[in-house]
């Protein structure tokens, strides 16, 4: 596949939601898989699961699929009897619960079930790509999610209140971390390629691709 799309495969999707566990999962760590689609954990954001008590893997991303009740797809929806304005209202619920919360979920389905509820996901599409338009909410492969949350799980912070320093490393790059602080505390000179974004009662720190170092120091009053 790879051959013919020319483009590294890192996502997997299980056939029928099929995932054996902790197998499946090591089998795609050593393919060097980055993540894949969950039907457990449902409803949770993407995570590094545990099976039996022990993480199944430190390289591989799961993606739980958020379910409407006991429906994961479209076409289970409709088989459940739900309308095209409940199912409208499950998609916007999952929207406004990302953007307040700023986390993610992953919403499963498959393109064929696209006519089952034609207008609700119109709608949906139109909302979200607004909101994306505005810089709010992003869309992304799970991939590009799973790189950035390895990212941060290898990204070490220390905060020294003495000379009021807050420092952020990562062997390999920073680029995406973000941090977030009370708005009372005074940053000082952020340097080139970190923005700053203040919102209900935080400032936002993000690091931007033109931060070229792997080590931040940020000073506050």
């Not at 022990?54 to 088989?79: D, N, R």
């Not at 064929?112 to 599409?125: G, H, Q, T, V």
Request: hydrophobic share 35%; glycine share 6%; charged share 20%.
């Amino acid at each position: 596949m790879e051959n013919i799309t020319n483009y590294k495969i890192l996502e997997y999707s299980a056939p029928n939601g099929v995932h054996p566990q902790p197998i499946t999962t090591k089998v795609l760590e050593k393919l060097g898989m980055l993540c894949y689609y969950y039907t457990g954990d449902n409803g949770s954001s993407p995570n590094r699961t545990f099976i039996n008590g022990k993480m199944v893997s430190h390289k591989v991303i799961a993606f739980p699929i958020s379910s409407f009740g006991k429906y994961a797809s479209f076409l289970e929806m409709k088989k459940g009897g739900k309308t095209e304005d409940e199912v409208k209202r499950w998609l916007f619920s999952i929207v406004y619960y990302v953007v307040k919360n700023r986390t993610l979920r992953l919403i499963y389905s498959h393109p064929y079930d696209i006519p089952l509820y034609p207008n609700a996901l119109r709608e949906f599409w139109d909302y979200v790509n607004t909101l994306k338009n505005k810089g709010i909410i992003q869309v992304k492969p799970m991939s590009y999610f799973a790189t950035l949350l390895l990212r941060f799980l290898n990204t070490k912070y220390s905060i020294n209140f003495s000379n009021k320093r807050i420092t952020i490393v990562n062997k390999e790059v920073l680029e995406g971390i973000t941090l977030a602080l009370p708005k009372d505390f005074v940053i000082k000179d952020l340097p080139y390629g970190v923005t700053l974004k203040e919102e209900e009662g935080y400032q936002y720190i993000t690091i931007t691709k033109a931060f070229s170092a792997n080590k931040l120091d940020i000073f506050f009053n």
